[in-house]
C-alpha cells in the first residue's frame, strides 16, 4: 500500500518542526555506525554497483523538481519546474525514521522555473535561481518553511529575447565567492543564427558578456553582472558545476554545441553529428579559456578542433591549440545537469572526493538511439580524476532504446549528499527522488562491484552507436517531405512531433500547424527567437530559419508534418510557398 503524503499548510506547527529535527538528528550519522532505512527490493528500478542499494524517498511532486539540496537535519529542498501557482520551491521531510517522505511543503512565489538550474546550502542559506534571477532565504532549523521574503542575490539584466543559455547554476568556494555562469546566447555565434554554411563572427562579441562565468561576493544581495569579475571564458552552456574544496577548483561539465550536420551536411555523417561534439568536463581555473565559440573537443580525438563556422571540418586544428583543455570528454548531447563533489563517509573509500554527474539526456542524436538519462561516476585522487568515467545509476529512462527524448521516463538531473553520506537522487519527469545507500563492506569494495556497471556501457543508451546497425532512420527508406521532417525537424520535435519537454515544442494538435498557412510558412522561413505559447505552455527557445529549403521542399515537410502525429489538415502547396517567401 503506499504510503500518504501529508501536504502541510504554512501554518506548520512550530511543535512539530522541533520533533521533526529531533527525528532527523537520531537519523544523522554517530561515529562509524549510520542507522539506514530499508531499501526498495528493486532499488526503485535503477542498476547500481553491488552493495548499492536505493529508497524511492518520494515517488512524485506537483510542479516536479529540477535541483535539490538536503540540509544537515535531513530535509530536502527542492526547485521546481514552472508550476501555475508559481510556487517555485518545494520542502519534504520524513518524520517518523523510515527514510519516506511524509510531509511535502510548497513555498515560494518567484516567477520562472523552466530553467531553475539551482539549489544549494551555503552559510546558513538555500540558494536557488530562476531564469534570470538567484534568490535565497535564510534558514532556520525550527521550521521547515523559511521566515520571511527571499532576498534577491543576482540579477541578469541582459534583454534576452530568445537567449538559448540562461540557466543559473550556482558554486561557492571557500572564501566568500559565488561563481555564475552567463551562457551564450547562440550555439556558435554565428550571423544569421543557425543557418546552414553562415560564417561565425569573428572575433565573437558575445564573449564580451556571457560565454563565461564571473565570480561574485557570495553575502551581497542586489548585484547585478557588472558587479562580478569575469573568472573564466570560452564556455558555451553550464548546468552542471561544483567547487572541489580537496583542490580548490571550479569544476564545470559543459553543454556542447549542436547541429554538426543540420549546418554542415557538407562536412559531417548523421553519426558524427549524433556523437560530437564531447561534453566537456572542465577543471575552470582563474583566466581560464576553453575556446568556445571557434573550437569543440572532439573525445574521440582527444582534441580540441576548429569549428565549422570558422573554417573547420573535424580534423583541423588550427587555432585551437592555444585553449585549455578539459580534464575529460563525454559523449555528446548527454545534457549534463548537475555536478556534486562526493564529501560523505558512508560509501567506499574509491568514492571519496571523486564526482558525480547527472546526465539528464539527449534530445538530439537522431538517427541513433537518444542517449544518457544516467549518473555517471569520475573517481579523484589528489585533486585530479584517477580513472575513466564509470556508470553508478542506471535505469531512469526504463526503456530501451530511446527513439524520443518523451519516451523516457525519468531523467535524471539534481544531485545531493545527505548528512548521513546517502546521495540524494532527483528526476524532472514526475518529481521521484532516490536516496542511494551503500551497505556493504567498505573494505572488499572492488573491481567485482562495478562489473555489472560495466556490463551496462553496452545499453543502447550509453554505447557508442553502431553506424549501420543503430540507425534507426536510414534516409533511404524516406522520400519527399518525411525525409526532409527526419533531416532537419525531428532533432528538435521528436519522431512523434510531441517535442522535448520545455526546451522544444509539439507539432501535435497545435493551432501553429493547423492553422493558419502563411504564418506556419514564416516560420520556416524566418524562424522563431522568443518565447511562444503552444497549447497552454511556453517555450522560449529558438527556432533555426529554414530558407535554404526550396519552395517545394517547404511544401512537402509542411503537408507531411499537418498530416501526422494525430494532424489532420489539408496540404501546402510551393506555390503558396514562394509567395510568403517573396512578401517577406
Given at each position: 500500500?503506499?504510503?500518504?503524503?501529508?501536504?502541510v499548510?504554512?501554518?506548520y506547527?512550530l511543535?512539530?518542526?522541533?520533533f521533526v529535527?529531533?527525528?532527523?538528528?537520531?537519523?544523522?550519522?554517530?561515529?562509524?555506525?549510520?542507522n539506514l532505512?530499508?531499501a526498495?527490493s528493486?532499488?526503485?528500478?535503477?542498476?547500481?554497483p553491488?552493495d548499492?542499494?536505493?529508497?524511492?524517498v518520494v515517488?512524485?511532486?506537483?510542479?516536479?523538481?529540477r535541483?535539490i539540496?538536503?540540509?544537515?537535519?535531513?530535509?530536502?529542498y527542492?526547485k521546481?519546474?514552472?508550476?501555475?501557482?508559481?510556487?517555485?520551491?518545494?520542502?519534504?521531510?520524513?518524520?517518523?525514521?523510515?527514510?519516506?517522505?511524509?510531509?511535502?511543503?510548497?513555498?515560494?512565489?518567484?516567477?520562472?522555473g523552466?530553467?531553475?538550474?539551482?539549489?544549494?546550502?551555503?552559510?546558513?542559506?538555500?540558494?536557488?535561481?530562476?531564469?534570470?534571477?538567484?534568490y535565497?532565504?535564510?534558514?532556520?532549523?525550527n521550521?521547515?518553511v523559511?521566515?520571511?521574503e527571499?532576498?534577491?542575490?543576482?540579477?541578469?539584466d541582459?534583454?534576452?529575447?530568445g537567449?538559448?543559455?540562461i540557466?543559473?547554476?550556482?558554486?561557492f568556494?571557500?572564501?566568500?565567492?559565488?561563481?555564475?555562469?552567463f551562457g551564450?546566447?547562440s550555439?556558435?555565434?554565428q550571423?544569421?543564427k543557425?543557418?546552414?554554411?553562415?560564417?561565425?563572427l569573428?572575433?565573437?562579441?558575445?564573449?564580451e558578456?556571457h560565454?563565461?562565468?564571473?565570480?561574485?561576493?557570495?553575502?551581497?544581495?542586489?548585484?547585478?553582472?557588472k558587479?562580478?569579475?569575469?573568472?573564466?571564458?570560452g564556455?558555451?552552456?553550464?548546468?552542471?558545476?561544483?567547487?572541489?574544496?580537496?583542490?580548490n577548483?571550479?569544476?564545470v561539465?559543459m553543454?556542447?554545441?549542436?547541429?554538426?550536420?543540420?549546418?554542415?551536411?557538407?562536412?559531417y555523417?548523421?553519426?558524427?553529428?549524433?556523437?560530437?561534439?564531447?561534453?566537456?568536463?572542465m577543471r575552470?581555473?582563474?583566466?581560464?579559456n576553453?575556446?568556445?565559440?571557434?573550437?569543440?573537443?572532439?573525445?574521440?580525438?582527444?582534441k580540441?578542433?576548429?569549428?565549422?563556422?570558422?573554417?573547420?571540418?573535424?580534423?583541423?586544428i588550427?587555432?585551437?591549440?592555444?585553449?585549455?583543455?578539459?580534464?575529460?570528454?563525454?559523449?555528446?548531447?548527454w545534457?549534463?545537469?548537475?555536478?556534486?563533489?562526493?564529501d560523505?563517509?558512508?560509501?567506499?573509500?574509491?568514492?571519496?572526493?571523486?564526482?558525480?554527474?547527472?546526465?539528464h539526456?539527449?534530445?538530439?542524436?537522431?538517427?541513433?538511439?537518444?542517449?544518457?538519462?544516467?549518473?555517471?561516476?569520475?573517481?579523484?585522487?589528489?585533486g585530479?580524476?584517477?580513472?575513466?568515467?564509470?556508470?553508478?545509476?542506471?535505469?531512469?529512462?526504463?526503456?530501451d532504446?530511446?527513439?524520443s527524448?518523451?519516451?523516457?521516463i525519468?531523467?535524471?538531473?539534481?544531485?545531493s549528499?545527505?548528512p548521513?553520506?546517502?546521495?540524494?537522487?532527483?528526476?524532472?519527469e514526475?518529481g521521484?527522488?532516490w536516496?542511494?545507500?551503500?551497505?556493504?563492506?567498505?573494505?572488499?569494495f572492488?573491481?567485482?562491484?562495478?562489473?555489472?556497471?560495466?556490463?551496462?556501457?553496452?545499453?543502447?543508451?550509453i554505447r557508442?552507436p553502431d553506424?549501420?546497425?543503430?540507425?534507426?532512420?536510414?534516409?533511404?527508406?524516406?522520400?519527399?517531405?518525411?525525409?526532409?521532417?527526419?533531416?532537419?525537424?525531428?532533432?528538435?520535435?521528436?519522431?512523434n512531433?510531441?517535442?522535448?519537454g520545455?526546451?522544444f515544442?509539439?507539432?501535435?494538435?497545435?493551432?501553429w500547424?493547423?492553422g493558419n498557412?502563411?504564418?506556419?510558412i514564416?516560420?520556416?522561413?524566418?524562424?522563431?527567437?522568443?518565447?511562444?505559447?503552444?497549447?497552454?505552455?511556453?517555450?522560449?527557445s529558438m527556432?533555426?530559419?529554414?530558407s535554404f529549403l526550396?519552395?517545394q521542399?517547404?511544401?512537402?515537410?509542411?503537408?507531411?508534418?499537418?498530416?501526422?502525429?494525430g494532424?489532420?489538415a489539408?496540404?501546402?502547396e510551393?506555390?503558396e510557398?514562394?509567395?510568403?517567401?517573396?512578401?517577406?
Amino acid at each position: 500500500m503506499k504510503k500518504r503524503i501529508q501536504f502541510v499548510s504554512k501554518s506548520y506547527n512550530l511543535k512539530l518542526s522541533l520533533f521533526v529535527l529531533m527525528v532527523s538528528i537520531s537519523l544523522v550519522q554517530c561515529g562509524n555506525e549510520v542507522n539506514l532505512p530499508i531499501a526498495d527490493s528493486d532499488n526503485g528500478g535503477l542498476y547500481l554497483p553491488n552493495d548499492f542499494e536505493a529508497l524511492v524517498v518520494v515517488d512524485s511532486i506537483k510542479g516536479k523538481a529540477r535541483h535539490i539540496a538536503v540540509t544537515n537535519n535531513g530535509t530536502i529542498y527542492a526547485k521546481l519546474k514552472r508550476s501555475k501557482d508559481n510556487m517555485s520551491i518545494a520542502a519534504l521531510k520524513d518524520t517518523n525514521g523510515d527514510g519516506r517522505v511524509d510531509f511535502i511543503e510548497r513555498f515560494g512565489n518567484q516567477p520562472g522555473g523552466n530553467y531553475a538550474t539551482e539549489m544549494r546550502v551555503y552559510n546558513g542559506y538555500i540558494y536557488f535561481s530562476t531564469e534570470l534571477v538567484v534568490y535565497r532565504y535564510k534558514l532556520n532549523p525550527n521550521t521547515l518553511v523559511p521566515e520571511g521574503e527571499a532576498e534577491i542575490v543576482l540579477t541578469d539584466d541582459h534583454p534576452h529575447g530568445g537567449h538559448e543559455h540562461i540557466g543559473k547554476p550556482l558554486a561557492f568556494d571557500n572564501d566568500g565567492h559565488m561563481y555564475v555562469p552567463f551562457g551564450a546566447p547562440s550555439n556558435a555565434c554565428q550571423d544569421p543564427k543557425r543557418t546552414p554554411g553562415a560564417p561565425g563572427l569573428d572575433p565573437c562579441p558575445q564573449l564580451e558578456d556571457h560565454g563565461g562565468i564571473w565570480r561574485f561576493d557570495a553575502n551581497k544581495i542586489g548585484q547585478t553582472q557588472k558587479d562580478g569579475y569575469k573568472y573564466a571564458s570560452g564556455i558555451r552552456s553550464v548546468v552542471a558545476m561544483s567547487w572541489n574544496s580537496q583542490d580548490n577548483n571550479l569544476y564545470v561539465v559543459m553543454h556542447g554545441r549542436d547541429d554538426l550536420l543540420r549546418l554542415f551536411p557538407n562536412k559531417y555523417t548523421p553519426l558524427e553529428s549524433a556523437l560530437l561534439p564531447s561534453e566537456e568536463f572542465m577543471r575552470v581555473k582563474e583566466g581560464s579559456n576553453f575556446g568556445w565559440p571557434y573550437c569543440y573537443y572532439n573525445q574521440i580525438m582527444e582534441k580540441k578542433v576548429l569549428a565549422p563556422e570558422y573554417g573547420g571540418d573535424g580534423t583541423i586544428i588550427g587555432r585551437c591549440d592555444q585553449y585549455d583543455d578539459p580534464v575529460m570528454g563525454f559523449p555528446g548531447h548527454w545534457a549534463p545537469n548537475d555536478l556534486v563533489f562526493y564529501d560523505g563517509e558512508q560509501f567506499p573509500d574509491r568514492y571519496k572526493n571523486g564526482a558525480f554527474i547527472a546526465f539528464h539526456g539527449s534530445t538530439n542524436r537522431a538517427p541513433y538511439p537518444q542517449s544518457g538519462y544516467i549518473v555517471a561516476f569520475v573517481p579523484f585522487k589528489d585533486g585530479v580524476p584517477s580513472g575513466e568515467w564509470e556508470v553508478f545509476a542506471d535505469g531512469f529512462a526504463s526503456v530501451d532504446p530511446i527513439v524520443s527524448v518523451g519516451d523516457a521516463i525519468y531523467r535524471p538531473m539534481g544531485i545531493s549528499v545527505g548528512p548521513d553520506g546517502s546521495l540524494y537522487l532527483g528526476d524532472t519527469e514526475k518529481g521521484k527522488i532516490w536516496r542511494v545507500m551503500y551497505k556493504g563492506d567498505k573494505d572488499s569494495f572492488g573491481e567485482e562491484q562495478l562489473a555489472m556497471m560495466e556490463e551496462r556501457k553496452q545499453a543502447s543508451n550509453i554505447r557508442t552507436p553502431d553506424e549501420i546497425k543503430d540507425n534507426l532512420k536510414p534516409m533511404e527508406q524516406w522520400e519527399g517531405g518525411k525525409k526532409t521532417y527526419y533531416t532537419y525537424c525531428s532533432v528538435c520535435h521528436q519522431d512523434n512531433g510531441r517535442g522535448a519537454g520545455t526546451r522544444f515544442p509539439p507539432l501535435a494538435g497545435t493551432d501553429w500547424v493547423l492553422g493558419n498557412k502563411e504564418r506556419l510558412i514564416e516560420v520556416l522561413l524566418k524562424g522563431l527567437d522568443g518565447p511562444v505559447e503552444v497549447n497552454g505552455n511556453t517555450y522560449n527557445s529558438m527556432m533555426p530559419q529554414h530558407s535554404f529549403l526550396s519552395d517545394q521542399e517547404i511544401a512537402e515537410v509542411l503537408t507531411y508534418i499537418r498530416s501526422n502525429f494525430g494532424n489532420s489538415a489539408g496540404p501546402i502547396e510551393a506555390k503558396e510557398v514562394g509567395r510568403v517567401r517573396k512578401s517577406i
